[in-house]
C-alpha cells in the first residue's frame, strides 16, 4: 500500500511539473508580441510588431550555433509564396554567437552566404531572445518561431527543430510541425481583420477618398495617414505623367492616376489583397467565381499596356472594373472562350470616379 500511494504521489508531481514547464512555455500566447527594440537590420529598415496590423506574421528566432535547417528555410520561402498576397509575412531575427567576435559586415556575409530574403534583425546581445523566451536557458530551444496574429498578439509558439515536408521517415517529427503551423497559419488567415483599419474599395471611393478629392499630395496624405504616399511617374503612349503610389510595410497597396490637366483623381489601381473589395471579389478570385460559365457582354479584350489580358465591369457597378490575367494562346484583342477564361484570375481592380 505505501508502495502504492508513493507511486501516486510521484506521478502527481510529475504531471504538476509537466504543467509548470508547459506554461511557462506557453507564457506568451495570447499576449502582445514585444517589441524589438532598437535593433539593426538587414534587408529592410527597422521594424517593430506593430508595423503589421492586420496581418499574419511568423518571427523565425535564430543563432549561429543554432540554426534552423535548409530544408525548413525553403518551405518558409514556399509558405511566403503561397499565403502571402500581403496578409503573411516572415521576419526573421538572428542571433550572433559569441556577438563579440561578429561585425556587422561579417553578419551581411553570412547571411548573403545563406541566401536569407527575410527581413532580417541582428540581436546582438540577445535581449528580444529573453523577451521571447521567458528563461535564462532558452537559448538551448532555439531555433524557435512565433506566429502573430492580426491583432499583434501570439498565437502559436514552435520551439527547437524544424518544419518542413519530405526527407522521408527520419524527418516525420520536421513534417508534423510543418503541417501544425501551416494550419495555424491558414486558420489566423481565416480571421477577421480589424474593419477600423481595414482599406475597401467600394462603388462610393476607397476609405474617405471620393471623386472630388485633389490629386495632390498632401491631401492624398491626410486620407492614408499610417501610408508611405511616393510620387512617381508612368507613361501611356509616350506620354508622361505624375502618379502617386500608396505603400505600406514596403508593399505597393495601390497606384492613383490623376485626370489630363493633373488636378484631379482618374483612376486607382488595387495592387494588394490588403484593399478589401466590398462588393466581394477580390484579388486571385477567377473569372467563374464572379460571373460563372458564362462570357459576360461587360467584358472586352485590353488594349496598349493591358493587351493580352480581359477587363470586366464589376456586376452591378459602373465604377469598378476587374483585369483577368491567365494563359491562352489565340489571337490578340479576342476574348478567350469561356472554358479558358473561367480560370483566369483578377490581377488587378480599378476604380474610376
Not at 514585444?34 to 506593430?50: A, C, F, G, T, V
Not at 549561429?64 to 535548409?70: A, E
Not at 492613383?256 to 473589395?277: A, G, L, M, Y
Request: overall charge positive.
Amino acid at each position: 500500500m505505501k508502495q502504492l500511494l508513493s507511486a501516486i504521489i510521484l506521478c502527481i508531481l510529475l504531471v504538476g511539473h509537466q504543467q509548470t514547464v508547459a506554461e511557462k512555455g506557453n507564457g506568451l500566447i495570447g499576449k502582445p508580441a514585444p517589441d524589438w527594440k532598437k535593433l539593426r537590420w538587414i534587408n529592410s529598415h527597422p521594424l517593430q510588431p506593430n508595423n503589421f496590423t492586420n496581418k499574419v506574421l511568423l518571427v523565425q528566432y535564430w543563432a549561429t550555433d543554432r540554426p534552423l535547417c535548409s530544408h525548413s528555410w525553403l518551405s518558409l520561402y514556399e509558405l511566403q509564396k503561397v499565403c502571402s498576397r500581403g496578409d503573411f509575412l516572415i521576419v526573421s531575427i538572428f542571433r550572433p554567437n559569441p556577438s563579440h567576435s561578429k561585425t556587422l559586415d561579417k553578419i551581411s556575409q553570412t547571411l548573403s552566404q545563406l541566401e536569407m530574403k527575410f527581413p532580417t534583425a541582428i540581436d546582438m546581445e540577445g535581449g528580444i531572445l529573453q523577451k521571447y523566451e521567458l528563461g535564462a536557458k532558452a537559448y538551448n530551444q532555439l531555433p524557435s518561431g512565433f506566429l502573430i496574429g492580426r491583432k499583434g498578439k501570439i498565437r502559436h509558439i514552435h520551439r527547437g527543430t524544424g518544419y518542413h515536408l519530405g526527407g522521408g521517415k527520419s524527418h516525420q517529427r520536421c513534417q508534423r510541425s510543418y503541417k501544425k503551423l501551416k494550419g495555424q497559419i491558414d486558420r489566423l488567415l481565416q480571421e477577421p481583420a480589424n474593419e477600423k483599419n481595414q482599406l475597401t474599395i467600394s462603388d462610393e471611393g476607397l476609405g474617405k477618398l471620393r471623386p472630388d478629392t485633389p490629386f495632390r499630395k498632401d491631401q492624398i496624405q491626410r486620407l492614408f495617414p499610417n501610408c508611405n504616399i511616393v510620387k512617381d511617374t508612368s507613361s501611356t503612349e509616350g506620354e508622361l505623367f505624375p502618379i502617386f503610389r500608396i505603400r505600406k510595410d514596403d508593399q505597393e497597396l495601390l497606384v492613383i492616376n490623376p485626370t489630363f490637366d493633373h488636378q484631379r483623381i482618374f483612376s486607382i489601381e488595387i495592387k494588394s489583397k490588403v484593399v478589401k473589395n466590398k462588393l466581394g471579389p477580390n484579388l486571385g478570385s477567377t473569372y467563374h467565381q464572379v460571373y460563372g460559365n458564362q462570357l459576360n457582354a461587360n467584358c472586352s479584350p485590353g488594349v496598349e499596356e493591358q493587351s493580352g489580358k480581359v477587363i470586366c465591369f464589376a456586376p452591378e457597378s459602373e465604377r469598378i472594373m476587374y483585369v483577368f490575367e491567365g494563359k491562352w494562346h489565340g489571337p490578340d484583342g479576342e476574348l478567350p472562350p469561356p472554358d479558358i477564361l473561367r480560370l483566369w484570375e483578377i490581377s488587378k481592380i480599378i476604380w474610376k470616379p
